[in-house]
């Protein structure tokens, strides 16, 4: 920052003389640029917080500012207000008054503008003569010195930011503590804090901390515009019925029964010192939320005793406001993307995976936390027409649309080229020729493996991938020693091969993509060594959604993960001596509530089939709970699918919401319960239930249970 010139020390001398001996707030003065089209502040005397109640310049021929009036008529400009109108000086939220005096040359030419303002000025029904003619004394000689300067480069340096000066003398009626410059303070943070914010919490988190308690206000609450409805973003120190009353009561009354109409947001600065309505706010203060010239919500703030607000804490808490705006607007977006991002992703997974009685499996897809990128990793399940089953999974390099496109063309292909009767081998030979004739140059990695029952036997073929890990029942985990094929899209003429392999009953299949094993904090080769040891170190009895979880944990948590994951565990479960595999399934149409009665005739006739009759209303009410749920919280058709092994019974209720469900003692907001399946349900499962979770499943979600064959005694004996 530059010393201060001659033109300048003088107008600082005049303005702390004038603040000082006529107790203003503050003063500024204005000389024109751009041709005389605009007035620009060249020096602000005042307190801190005047940084927050001038701009850099306005328009010269607006008579909306008192400046602009003086400087283009030549005479002086004296304005009172109440309450700044709303759009005008939206920085000055409090009782004014303002005397803009014009600096006249010795030829009558108007060098600029002398402006003092008086922020809640009680006492003045008008500005006293004395005031008026003192102002008019220090302009003028101001002027007269500003004319012995020249100053024909003023234009060109005070077309930037003005310079901000303290005044000379203490203020009196100021404590030794700065109150201006604890809030400049708390302004500065905000912004920090939320300039760093990358959710809505973060946002959120910011306001009470540098908002909410530096104020002492009791509850915070804010609402966006959605549609043309307020909507409640978020709240603190109160409950959603009057966080909800509180960002929409513009008619300074808290009042439950009071009909204001349909609620719209304020359109400037509201403050009420004395609030009716309500025990626990007795003021408020409600600030519009404004992005580029719109609003797009409030930030309403209540207090538990009554309380005046000052000139400063409203200027304040105005700027705090316009900071909070955009970046509400700018998380909300990002959010948003985010949200479209993972619909993308999950619309191309298969929405359900077919259930076979020799093969049990489980699935995993996690994505990055951060970002609106859609990943190119893939997983699938076919039925092949000669009775097989068809694992493929697969990744396309990047994390952008075109990667998403060309997953989803070759996840296409696959299934069209496999329902035709072709071999893995003679799959991938074929998708790579397509993908040259398609231009797609996108490094594409697959591994197919058809899982023959029957025959018990596995065929697979890699392009780049990955090897499947392969367990034999008394084996350690090993990778399958498969043939290093190049990935699709690299050489047109490529030929893939296969490998055949012995699948004995009890066999496990893992299928992965790399962004299960590495990430910015975890190496490749550290990430297949945990691989290792978490299959070879893994129980027994280990289902394989428990499996598909531990797994999932080898890069750290969620935060860690810097690229998408896609797993696939399948176990053959092969043919039990002298009996066969048991499982049964069911549909449900969305909003169907009607048919939860057949679903209870279904399980209760599996149950007699089964020999499981002796749990039959724990099954019937605990299911019952679950479908009732989906239907009318995930909003989707439900399927519900029975499983039995050797020692327990498995249900699964999986609908295509990916939300996981929320049990009641859980919820946190009156938001989080409109969004989550009610917590009734679970609970019931959890007290029925020998153990029960929920799992991603195709592009939503599984909720599950199990009733254990100890349980089932337990009942005989009743």
Partial sequence: MTSLDAEERMSVETLQRAVGELGATMGSVLFPVDDEQSLANAVVVGDPLSIYAVTDQHPANDDRYAGAVAYRTGRQCVRVREESPSGLLPAMPFPYAIV?????????????????????????????????????????????????????????????????????????????????????YQIGWLATQLTEALQLQDILDAAIQRIMKPFGARCLAVSVIDAGRSRLLGYSGCGAVLAERLTTASAGTLEEETDMGEPSPVDRPLFFHDAAGSESVSAYCLLPLIIGGHNTGTLALGFGRQRDFRADERAALVRMAQLLAPSIGRVRQVEAERRLAQELQQGLLPPALPQ??????????????????????????????????????????????????????????????????????????????????????????????????????????????????????????????????????????????????????????????????????????????????????????????????????????????????????????????????????????????????????????QARLWDWEAVSSDLELAVTELVTNALVHADSAVEVRLREYLDRLRIDVRDSDPRPPVPAPVLASGEADTESEHGRGLLIVDALASSWGNAPSGRGKSVWFELSKPQLAEHSKR
């Fill in 356 to 605: 076979h009685a020799e093969v049990d499996i489980a699935t995993r897809y996690a994505t990055r936390t951060f970002g609106t990128a859609v990943g190119g990793d893939w997983y699938d399940v076919l039925n092949l027409p000669d009775g097989a089953i068809g694992l493929i999974i697969g990744d396309v390099e990047g994390h952008t649309p075109r990667a998403a496109a060309t997953m989803g063309q070759v996840r296409t292909a696959i299934r069209a080229y496999a329902a035709e009767g072709h071999r893995p081998a003679e799959v991938l030979t074929r998708i790579n020729r397509l993908l040259a004739e398609l231009g797609i140059d996108l490094l594409t990695t697959c591994c197919c493996v058809w899982l023959d029952p029957e025959a018990e036997t596995a065929e697979m073929s890699t392009a780049g991938h990955p090897t499947p890990m392969l367990r034999h029942p008394g084996h350690h985990f090993t990778e399958t020693e498969l043939p290093r094929e190049i990935p699709l899209g690299v050489q047109p003429d490529t030929v893939y091969s296969s490998t055949r392999l012995p699948l004995p009953e009890g066999t496990t299949l893992v299928l992965y993509t790399d962004g299960l094993l590495q990430s910015h904090s975890v190496r490749l080769e550290d990430g297949i060594a945990a691989l290792h040891k978490r299959l070879e170190t893994l129980d027994v009895g280990l289902s394989l959604e428990a499996l598909a979880d531990r797994l999932l944990e080898i890069v750290g948590t969620d935060e860690q993960r810097d690229d998408d994951a896609a797993l696939l565990i399948a176990q053959f479960l092969g043919m039990p001596a002298g009996r066969r595999q048991r499982v049964g399934r069911m549909f449900v149409h969305r909003h169907d509530l009607h048919a939860v009665r057949d679903v209870r005739r279904f399980l209760r006739e």
């Fill in 100 to 184: 803009a005096t014009p600096l006249i040359a010795a030829g009558g030419r108007s060098l600029g503008v002398m402006l003092l303002v008086w922020a809640d000025p009680v006492e003045w029904g008008e500005v006293p003569a004395t005031v008026r003619d003192r102002c008019r004394s220090l302009a003028d000689g101001l002027a007269l010195g500003l004319e012995r300067q020249g100053g024909e480069s003023r234009t060109k340096r005070y077309s930037s930011a003005p310079r901000f000066i303290l005044p000379a003398l203490p203020r009196p009626e100021r404590p030794a503590e700065s109150l201006s410059l604890s809030l400049v």
